[in-house]
């Protein structure tokens, strides 16, 4: 196999399973939340900051 195709078939293969996982947990983390919808932090985006904590006003 030249080795040009075999780099190209790794990159490929590879980014096939980092997807895969990514989807993968995902999944995991919606059905612990019994669900899917985003996060809260992307719902309260946009919203005042929180205040900061005492000792780390800067």
């Keep these: 196999m030249d080795n ?3 780099i190209i078939v790794l990159a490929v293969a590879t980014l096939a ?3 895969g ?3 993968w947990q ?3 983390v919606a059905a ?3 669900d899917p919808q985003r996060s ?3 719902e309260q985006h946009g ?3 929180r ?3 005492p000792g780390t006003e800067h």
């Design 4 to 6: 040009n195709l075999l």
């Design 17 to 19: 399973i980092v997807i």
């Design 21 to 23: 996982v990514a989807l």
């Design 26 to 28: 995902r999944a995991r």
């Design 32 to 34: 612990s939340k019994k």
């Design 40 to 42: 809260a932090f992307t």
């Design 47 to 49: 919203a005042a900051p």
């Design 51 to 53: 205040p900061n904590r």
